[in-house]
């Protein structure tokens, strides 16, 4: 958030950040993007990036 609104990185790029950069790192060759064959968590946000749905191995975890 603080990239995106503060420093004003495009979001995408922000996203990239969050997803693929750290999945790249850790050796996670099937995450970290949405494409076939990928395991595809997911974070549903808002625009001001909060975040409202995690999925996670295809369920949806609820908030505690």
Do not use: W, Y
């Not at 922000?14 to 750290?22: L, Q, R, S, T």
């Not at 850790?26 to 995450?31: E, Q, T, Y």
């Amino acid at each position: 958030r603080v990239m995106h609104k503060e420093v004003g990185v495009p979001l995408t790029d922000c996203i990239k950040m969050m997803c693929h950069m750290p999945a790249k790192t850790m050796g996670l060759a099937d995450r970290g993007k949405l494409e076939s064959g990928f395991v595809a968590d997911l974070v549903f946000f808002d625009e001001n990036i909060n975040i409202k749905k995690v999925i996670l191995q295809g369920q949806e975890l609820q908030a505690q």
